[in-house]
């Protein structure tokens, strides 16, 4: 982790697995994006959302391992 972070490699917009930034933080995020749009006369189609649940369904497995070997992070660590 230390490395990613120091790298700044993780997205500003990544909430899983980091210090301070849960499924909660993306909830009140997505609940200021669809309050912005709604305040403009905008409107969205989103009736139901179980963040918390869809953080623990993610399978990450593969798409870690790929993006640890993308950032040259050594196999022995990776395995």
């Known amino acids: 982790m230390k ?28 609940m200021d994006e669809w309050t912005e749009c709604i305040e403009s006369g905008g409107q969205i189609n989103v009736i139901y959302a179980d963040f918390e649940k869809a953080f623990d369904k993610v399978t990450y497995i593969t798409s870690l ?8 992070i050594n196999e022995s660590v990776i395995l």
Not at 65 to 72: Q, S, T
Request: charge should be positive; proline fraction near 0%; aromatic fraction near 16%.
């Open 3 to 30: 490395h990613f972070t120091d790298n700044h490699l993780f997205n500003n917009n990544q909430c899983g697995f980091l210090k301070g930034r849960s499924a909660m933080l993306q909830l009140f995020r997505a």
């Open 65 to 72: 391992i790929r993006k640890l070997r993308y950032y040259k």
